[in-house]
């Protein structure tokens, strides 16, 4: 059973948000902050990067330059960032991935989140959904699940790779459903759903803005999203939770870190900016668009929340199927 609490479904309260707007930190930065976003342009890491480095640049009174690194699932530029020990001029957009799933997968990651890296806040988690091609005769997850038990045999399933939100997912849903699959793992996310349109593979979990087109376009049929609550872009959508999976929950969530070593009014002064920038209605539209409000948290809640990702997942992965490579 997957864990109950979700930050899925808890955007960012009101008061919270007044407090953390409240306040002048002492600290300035003196040049230009690099914000370093550790996967392609394009992506949802990218958008919230270039949404916020705006606004939270006019509020610190320097520019935010964001640089993309990828590589290794997002470990390259998180190892960048977590380098840059007591550089108060970087800040990394942090992702399920590279900061809660390499940790206990990758024996030689070259970082550890929970003490090479600070965190500023929770940004923005958003729900999955499962789905099928049109052409499937399967209208909800328990017929999905009924019929690929009874083929009786190891059910292959594509991802965008290793680590990334939808192999956990797609990996808890096998785990809870209880039946033998295995990943096969793609670049990227596009290829993959491309393949379950073809009939390649039987389903996927996959982010909601990406299928949602699809879905629209009468390619994919939703049969669930993987948060607690519905998700408002898919109303008519049940969660697998509602489905007979009881507390399935499960997602990428994204959030702004520092290196280790920063002064703590340097924290404080990116929490306030970050925050302040949440909450700016067109970046609340912007983000509400990709799935699901944005959140907010401070830093110790963010951190809580990378401990407790990384312990939920470490059980995932251990009894996780083999990887087929492709």
Not at 168 to 194: D, I, K, M, N, T
């Amino acid at each position: 059973m997957i864990g109950r609490r979700s930050f899925l479904a808890v955007p960012l309260a009101a008061p919270a948000l007044a407090q953390a707007q409240s306040g002048t930190p002492s600290w300035v930065p003196q040049r230009p902050i690099r914000m370093i976003v550790p996967f392609a342009p394009a992506g949802i890491l990218d958008q919230l990067a270039r949404l916020l480095a705006e606004p939270m640049g006019q509020r610190l009174g320097q520019p935010i330059i964001v640089e993309n690194r990828p590589g290794a699932g997002g470990n390259v530029g998180t190892a960048m960032a977590a380098r840059a020990r007591g550089d108060a001029h970087v800040i990394l957009v942090g992702s399920t991935g590279p900061l809660a799933v390499s940790p206990i997968t990758e024996a030689q990651l070259g970082y550890d989140p929970l003490t090479d890296l600070i965190p500023i806040t929770l940004l923005n988690a958003t729900p999955l959904v499962l789905v099928v091609r049109q052409a499937s005769p399967h209208r909800d997850a328990a017929g999905l699940v009924t019929a690929l038990k009874r083929e009786g045999r190891e059910v292959l399933y594509p991802t965008p790779g290793v680590g990334s939100p939808q192999l956990l997912a797609q990996e808890a849903f096998r785990q809870a459903a209880g039946f033998p699959a295995a990943p096969v793992h793609y670049q990227g996310s596009a290829p993959a759903v491309l393949a379950v349109i073809a009939g390649e593979f039987p389903f996927t979990i996959e982010n909601l803005v990406l299928v949602a087109p699809h879905v629209q376009a009468g390619s994919l049929r939703a049969l669930g999203v993987t948060s607690l609550t519905r998700a408002p872009l898919m109303p008519d959508v049940p969660t697998l939770a509602e489905q007979g999976f009881a507390g399935f929950s499960a997602g990428g969530w994204y959030g702004l870190l520092t290196p280790a070593g920063v002064p703590e009014e340097a924290i404080r002064a990116y929490h306030l900016a970050a925050t302040a920038a949440l909450a700016e209605p067109m970046v609340t539209r912007r983000i509400s668009e990709m799935g699901a409000p944005p959140i907010g948290s401070s830093p110790l809640e963010f951190r809580a929340h990378i401990q407790a990702e990384m312990e939920r997942w470490r059980g995932v992965m251990a009894r996780a199927a083999a990887p087929v490579a492709r």
